[in-house]
């Protein structure tokens, strides 16, 4: 019974990790918002859009905001909700090993 259960857990682990590695969209194509709409998002919040693509199937939009920060913002292509917004400055402190602007590491 033991065997089985580790069994198990060996088939399960490689699954858990990729499913939290990054945000995927898994939508159909004929679903999908034109760019166009992708274009109308980001003006509507003020944003200065340098690039549009696409990755794990959604569209990733780099642009800068009205601060002048660089970011990156995953949307989702069927209904062009934000997923999630990656400040280009989080990755610099990422990169640094700052954890938060109190200074702490």
Known sequence: MAHIATYA????????GSAQASVRCDIPMTQWQPRDAVVQLAQQNGWDVRRIKIDDGCYEIYATDADGQTFEAKIRPDTLAII????????ERDERGDH????DH
């Open 100 to 103: 938060d602007e109190r200074g």
């Open 9 to 16: 857990l060996a088939l399960a682990l490689p699954w858990a």
């Open 84 to 91: 999630e917004i990656e400040s280009d400055d989080d990755d």
